[in-house]
Structure formats: C-alpha cells, structure tokens
C-alpha cells in the first residue's frame, strides 16, 4: 500500500521560507516522478513540481526561480524548499505519486502566508 505524508506547513510572512517533506513508503521511491500540488478552497488542485527519478526538476512558471524540489532515495523522501513566499502561494500543499497507473495523494500540508 502506497502511502505518502506531508509535513512543514507554517503560517509565514510574505518574503519568508518555508521547507515542506514527503514521506513515501509502500513502493521503491527510487523508481518513481514525484510530484507537489497545491489546492485553496476557491481554485481547483492545480501542480506545483516535480522530480524525475533521475532528479530532473520541473516547477509551474509561478514559482520556478523561488521554490526548489529535490528528492532524498535513501530516506524515501521528497522536499520543497520555498522562499520569497507570497500571499497567492497560500494553499494545502499535497504530495502525488502514480504507481500502477493509480494516482496516490497525502493528506496535505496546510501554507499560510500572511502579515
């Protein structure tokens, strides 16, 4: 069984960081694209990254340049390190991997950016 939980979400000021994790188990993370999204009540799920099993990174052009993916195979872990935050980044932050044709989704982590 597939399983797949965030952590890291923070209320934080505009400007500042914050480093969400995923934790995978249940499937050979080596092997497998792993993905961050993020969703608020007024929009649908839309993607945030990626990261390749080869550790190619792909980001949504609103935040490339101020968030960063990367991966950790050993410890089956899968980060995104955000900075200049802003307020429209604010959002439940989930973690998605498809395995068996099957998509696999966290719980979330919830981001609030705010003064």
């Known amino acids: 069984q597939v399983h797949l939980v965030e952590s890291g979400g923070d209320l934080v000021q505009p400007g500042g960081s914050l480093r969400l994790t995923c934790v995978a188990s249940?499937?050979?993370?080596?092997?497998?694209?792993m993905n961050w999204y993020r969703q608020t009540p007024e929009k649908e799920r839309e993607y945030v990254a990626s990261?390749?099993?080869?550790?190619?990174?792909d980001y949504t052009d609103s935040v490339r340049g101020r968030f960063t993916i990367s991966r950790d195979n050993v410890r089956n872990r899968v980060f995104l390190q955000m900075n200049s935050l802003k307020p429209e980044d604010t959002a439940r932050y989930y973690c998605k991997v498809t395995y068996a044709s099957r998509d696999y989704w966290g719980r979330g982590t919830q981001v609030a950016v705010s003064s």
């Open positions: 249940g499937l050979n993370f080596r092997l497998f694209t």
């Open positions: 990261i390749t099993a080869g550790g190619t990174a």
